[in-house]
């Protein structure tokens, strides 16, 4: 080959790579994404009336469309995270914040974290009962205390601190769920008449609500985005598990196992079974799969959810976002309430598996 | 070649493959090994007396040889870490347990974990105060319990339903600490008469203590051990840190964390700025690191803790045992008190860089 040819061919590498540069880069502004999560389990449809199902998915498209409209704007992933997840938190629909479900003690104890992939700060509560919403509480330690994870009334007064809105118990109180607690309260309440109609209607409501539509086990929320600077967020809240042994605490507030986020690789919030999750680190887990192994975000989320936490009896799922913002929502159980956002602006939410 | 040439060539590499694999079991049945750690920190030599430091290398002895004698007795690699765990609790050298610090509030706040690599079944509890042996009772919430991680009185009240020891909170006074307590409690407390003689001494003392020494700061204890069947087994025990923000909780609790165990890999338990331990998922990374990219356990405790760790500026350590036997000590602080036994039943032990 003469010089000459040689030469333009160099020239055509060069111009092509340049365009490809270009073309990432037009792509990599575009890439603004958001996914949610309002909880996994056994949620069948021949549970569901058609009015309820449009509830969720209502509120499920709110949530999107809010933190959507921060990243179109040229908003960060973070207030986009905080913002979704708030939304859900405000709706009694889901087990976080005014939905939390109550402890065996007639308690509320929730649990939330926040994570930010471009510095890997993080910031998580545990055990928290009169915040108004825990993830603004988990984003104000990452962000004004020198701690990544706070603990009860120690988490609670420092929210107040930092002005954080704070509600009385009653806030949290919504009737179905106390029926649910008082129902299985009762159950160990030899005081309790056990013959009185109402009590064993009571029962029979929350024998439905929790064995054929497990959506108030499992009802955790959460939010990953990536925003216009590639800088990724993900965020977890929950109202933990009813009638759950006091104390117990959850994969939510564990950087790790239930929230993570790294620029490098993706942004994974989880939900289910949280003891199966904190025991396969699970959010790390999918981040290190990538890093380590180069596999995609879709085929780590697949050995994780799918092989790994099936092995040891776990259940639930992730929603989760990668660097150059695609996304997956991945569960092993009969469905999950989920949606996600792009670039194109459409709001796509599901609750079965398939895109129903 | 001829097919009798191949078939002596063929029974030669079956009796030498046959040698190799006995050859192995029989050094996997000699591979159990303990290892354990006191916190790691500013500890310097020049701040050290020939007394204290004998006090601090007599009980890691203690502690491992305890732990060892399990191990050679045949025993599980369980028994043997919650034993030499609990013998650094019980003394007031160490912050966890007995000699656990106190927070601004002036109370203990304890947490620890404990994990089996086995089964990967785990056990935590945090914030909890009057319990003797945070320890055992994150190994009852691993055995006892459907539940990883127990939190505050939740988890006080489980460990006394597993009759656990509890104890009077006078029981973790110790005057120095007590003293240390003082002095910055008095620092936020106008009432306090700070042109005392003692106040200014007790001071002085607290200042030397926390910064020329920061044992008392990162005074985390853990261990672990890899018995004879193979089994990995990992634990980690904390008083916190001192006038900590009350409700903060460190890595010590949290699985993947603070602690880490997997017979595939290695079991790791880390001490040091929690904060950072957290977000680098520490303990978990080493073994992600062990398990994705093949690397050896020091490889990749050296990656983790010289490279990862100090890049976002957190200090501390790690102890780990792989699946071989093999074990790593390795910190990016001035000391880590520490100590090793293998079956050749000599216990080692260390405190400052080097093998002093």
Redesign the interface.
Same mark, same amino acid.
């Given at each position: 080959m003469s010089g000459k040819r040689i030469f333009i061919i160099f020239v055509i590498v060069l111009i092509s790579n340049l365009l490809a540069t270009a073309q990432n880069q037009q792509k990599d502004m575009d890439r603004f994404t958001i996914v949610i999560h309002g909880g996994a389990g056994t949620i069948l449809k021949k549970n569901m009336t058609p009015e309820k199902e449009l509830e969720y998915k209502n509120k499920l498209k709110e949530a999107l469309t809010a933190g959507y409209s921060i990243l179109a704007n040229g908003g960060n992933s973070i207030d986009a995270v905080e913002t979704a997840i708030k939304i859900m938190e405000d709706s009694p629909l889901f087990n976080a914040g005014k939905g939390a479900v109550f402890t065996n003690e007639g308690k509320n104890e929730m649990d939330a974290s926040i =994570?930010e992939g471009k510095t890997?700060?993080?910031g998580s509560v /545990?055990?928290v009962n009169t915040i108004k919403n825990p993830i603004s509480a988990a984003r104000m330690v990452m962000e004004k205390?020198?701690?990544?994870? =706070?603990? %009860?009334? +120690? /988490?609670v &007064?420092?929210a107040k601190e930092q002005n954080l809105e704070i509600v009385d118990s009653a806030y949290f109180y919504d009737e179905k769920r106390w029926l649910q607690w008082q129902n299985i309260k009762g159950s160990n309440d030899l005081e309790l008449d056990h013959s009185d109609d109402r009590a064993e209607n009571n029962r029979k409501e929350f024998d439905a609500e929790f064995s054929d539509d497990g959506d108030r086990k499992f009802g955790t929320v959460g939010a990953v985005a990536i925003d216009k600077n590639g800088d990724i967020a993900a965020g977890t809240s929950t109202g933990g598990m009813t009638n759950k =042994? @006091? %104390?117990?605490? +959850?994969d939510s507030p564990? $950087? %790790?196992?239930g929230t @993570?986020a790294n620029n490098k690789t993706c942004g994974v919030s989880c939900t289910g079974h +949280?003891?199966y999750f $904190?025991? &396969?680190?699970v959010a @790390?887990?999918i981040s290190?799969?990538m890093e380590? &192994?180069n596999l995609t975000l879709q085929e780590a989320a697949d050995i994780v959810i799918h092989k790994k936490l099936k092995e $040891?009896g776990g259940s639930g799922g992730i929603i989760a976002v990668d660097s150059h913002g695609n996304f997956s929502l991945t569960f092993n159980t009969e469905g999950m309430y989920r949606g996600s956002m792009t670039k194109e602006g459409k709001p796509i939410v599901s609750i079965y598996k398939g895109n129903d």
């Open positions: =994570m890997l700060n993080a /545990a055990m205390s020198p701690h990544v994870m =706070m603990v %009860g009334e +120690g /988490a &007064k420092f =042994m @006091y %104390g117990r605490a +959850g564990i $950087i %790790g196992a @993570y +949280g003891e $904190i025991r &396969k680190v @790390y887990d290190a799969l380590y &192994k $040891i």
